[in-house]
């Protein structure tokens, strides 16, 4: 229970305070006591997120950046464009790819290590991690289209990635590979390569 207690500056007024001197009294506290965060302390939060929001975004360009990586860009009327270190290549579905062996233009190229079968119509066998060492077998022009294709478009993804490397500038890449062109009821042959 509070005591009443009659302070000298009370005394002559006739006033009674309850508790503590501090009770009856505005107390301030410095900034530095007072609940929540200082300005200065939301100002080393607010830079602390800053840095980190930066280092994500430098880290995504440097990862999208460097060979081998990707990252999409966008859906055209072929397919999806994917940007790659030094270019794009397109991947395609496996109805376009059905489509597109009606009328052949292009060099088709299994890139799936190690072989496992082919799609009907594959000019070429090149395991994905041997395309710049065979580049010769590829077509001189570096604008004729090539379709690459391997068992689920990871594999055939580096094969793009490698052909973009080389100067090719019409790549597609046959997206979920022979698994894909299998479910959507394509058929694969054996060949002895």
């Known amino acids: 229970m509070a005591t009443k207690r009659r302070t000298q500056g009370a005394a002559n007024s006739g006033s009674t305070r309850t508790g503590s001197r501090s009770a009856s009294r505005r107390v301030t ?37 460097r060979t081998g990586s990707s990252a999409v860009s966008g859906t055209g009327s072929d397919g999806t464009i994917v940007q790659a270190s030094g270019g794009d290549w397109t991947n395609i579905t496996p109805e376009k790819l059905a489509s597109m062996l009606k009328h052949k233009d292009f ?3 299994n890139v799936k290590t190690p072989y496992v079968g082919e799609i009907a119509g594959t000019d070429l066998y ?6 710049a ?17 391997c ?4 594999e055939s993804a580096v094969a793009a990635q490698a ?27 054996q060949v002895a390569r």
Do not use: C, E, F
């Not at 302390?41 to 994500?56: D, E, H, K, P, R």
């Not at 090149?126 to 395309?131: G, K, N």
């Not at 052909?163 to 042959?189: E, F, K, R």
């Open 133 to 149: 060492a065979r580049a010769a077998q590829l077509p001189a022009d570096k604008t004729a289209k090539i379709v690459v294709y």
């Open 126 to 131: 090149i395991p994905y991690t041997d395309v």
């Open 29 to 65: 506290m410095p900034p530095s006591r007072r609940p929540g965060l200082s300005q200065r302390q939301w100002a080393i939060v607010g830079s602390g997120i800053a840095v980190v929001l930066v280092a994500l975004l430098l880290g995504w360009n440097i990862a999208s950046s």
């Open 107 to 109: 060099t088709l190229v």
């Open 163 to 189: 052909l973009v490397g080389l100067g090719y500038a019409n790549i597609d890449n046959l997206d979920g590979g022979m698994d894909a062109w299998t479910a959507s009821g394509g058929q694969l042959v």
């Open 151 to 154: 068992r689920s478009g990871h």
